[in-house]
């Protein structure tokens, strides 16, 4: 069968791709190599909890805000079980034993925080007022601007502006400067790299609206397949992409090698995987050696080893907020990681089940942790790694609960079970290099050479996903529809969102 467009990867960015296309008419075909779909959307199920393993809350999803009207126009927003945070304290920034609440809504946010930092008013004030201006100049659809519409770089100003040094030139406070950095590990903070638009984008959704998915976010994944076929496309999973295949000139790919033996040729094709995965599997001198060096040599986000607890029933209360755990006082836990004092924090939360408003039935727990700990075992598969491996993470299990019940010690006798993921298990159930977490580690002082555009040097071959550009359910969907918009022009994209 020949297709319009298969995309290679079911991740968020491949799954709205296929989506969108599909809805416009394209024979569109998704390949995913695991047996779930989602990416970084995939959950898995212990003793009845459902467990997110990559997705655990989005910002901008009241009515009339961004990624509201992306999954009205996706037909999902209605479908999708979703709880809002507590309003006044959607996350909590835990500094040396000093707890911080972050709030919703941009007045609500200053005024929340105002009684720890009463001379810091007007501090707080600009900081909410420049994440609004970033986030209309970037992903404006009222009014959209040409560079914004024909540019994976829309404003470059926005770019090369250091996140914690913008934040140090409001205020000399240093507390206050850790608090309106709290967040950071969202996008895998480096204090001395991170932009400030990464930043203001991920912070000013969240302070918009925060919200949880109920019963978890594996349905955003379900819903978006389900629209997919709807409009006649079609998902194979447990179909590996060992290759791209091009005609004699190299500069077009006419199909693909894979683990079950399908071609899958096809007018256009997507990568959903990482650039630089992609471009490993294509034998052309038409990518030039320097792009392939380039795309080789990015720095990576750091991974996470994570804690999934089963609860006693009853016995530990649901906590409508997320709570950032910080040892030192400074938050930018890449300045710190050292393994031997290991965890230096951690971000946990109760998932939201459609079973309780009121007691929890499990907590999931993340924490860094770099790849090369995992060294040893980087050539092994999931379930069959060894006792040591498996002596490893529970020692650490045992530490990361030993700080986690400091704070919450009624935990600690509420622990039915638990179990655990490293970079290893995220790397083998995601397919990110080295189990990065967010892709390509953006800095501000390369732009231009940590953005990748979605255009490659084959006419056909497109990309897509968190490491473009931005990462995260808004920032990956973004990214999404200025791929599409190669096939179907981004005014006509943004009129129909914003008609729903």
């Not at 471009?279 to 060096?293: A, S």
């Not at 919450?408 to 397919?431: E, M, V």
Request: glycine share 8%; proline share 3%; aromatic share 12%.
């Amino acid at each position: 069968m020949m297709y319009d467009v298969v995309i290679v990867g079911s991740g968020l960015g491949g799954l709205v791709c296929g989506s969108i296309l599909s809805k416009e008419g394209y024979k569109v075909c998704i390949v995913e190599q695991h047996y779930q779909i989602g990416g970084c959307l995939q959950t898995f199920k212990r003793e009845g909890c459902v467990f997110d393993t990559g997705m655990h809350y989005v910002g901008s999803f009241d009515k009339g805000q961004l990624l509201n009207q992306l999954f009205t126009y996706f037909n999902i927003a209605d479908k999708l079980k979703v709880k809002q945070l507590d309003q006044n304290a959607f996350d909590i920034i835990s500094i040396h034993g000093e707890e911080y609440p972050l709030a919703q809504g941009h007045d609500n946010f200053i005024e929340q925080l105002k009684p720890f930092f009463p001379a810091e008013e007007k501090a707080l004030i600009n900081y909410v007022a420049k994440l609004k201006e970033i986030q209309t100049i970037l992903y404006d659809f009222i009014n959209p601007n040409d560079h914004v519409l024909t540019s994976v770089m829309p404003d470059l100003k926005y770019y090369d502006i250091n996140a914690l040094g913008y934040i140090s030139s409001l205020t000399s406070n240093t507390r206050l400067q850790n608090v309106l950095s709290g967040l950071n590990s969202l996008y895998s903070g480096h204090p001395d790299k991170s932009p400030l638009y990464v930043h203001a984008v991920i912070n000013n959704s969240l302070i918009e609206g925060a919200w949880r998915f109920v019963d978890g976010g594996d349905q955003i994944g379900f819903l978006l397949a389900s629209e997919i076929e709807k409009h006649g496309g079609s998902i194979i999973k447990k179909c590996k992409v060992e290759q791209f295949l091009t005609n004699k000139a190299g500069d077009t790919i006419v199909g693909l090698k894979t683990s079950i033996g399908e071609s899958f040729p096809a007018k256009y094709y997507i990568s959903d995987i990482n650039p630089t995965s992609t471009i490993n599997m294509i034998d052309t001198p038409v990518i030039r050696k320097g792009y392939r060096l380039r795309l080789n040599s990015m720095e990576l986000t750091v991974s996470v080893f994570s804690l999934y607890i089963v609860l006693k029933e009853n016995t530990f209360p649901y906590m409508n907020h997320n709570y950032y755990h910080n040892n030192p006082d400074d938050v930018w836990g890449m300045r710190y990681y050292s393994k031997i004092k290991w965890p230096g924090g951690y971000m946990l939360y109760t998932p939201a089940t459609s079973k309780s408003d009121v007691y929890a039935d499990s907590v999931i727990v993340m924490t860094y942790m770099f790849y090369e700990e995992l060294k040893k075992w980087e050539n092994t598969s999931v379930g069959n790694r060894g006792d040591d491996y498996k002596s490893f993470m529970d020692e650490k299990a045992e530490l990361l609960i030993a700080e986690i019940t400091k704070r919450f010690p009624a935990l600690k006798n509420a622990i039915k079970s638990y179990y655990t993921s490293s970079p290893l298990t995220y790397r083998d159930y995601t397919g990110t290099i080295n189990g990065s977490i967010y892709g390509i580690l953006k800095d501000y002082q390369h732009p231009l050479n940590t953005i990748i555009s979605q255009r490659t040097r084959l006419s056909n071959l497109l990309f897509t996903g968190q490491n473009l550009n931005l990462h995260g359910v808004l920032g990956v969907t973004m990214t999404a529809l200025q791929t599409c918009g190669h096939f179907l022009g981004l005014n006509y994209l943004f009129n129909k969102v914003n008609n729903g």
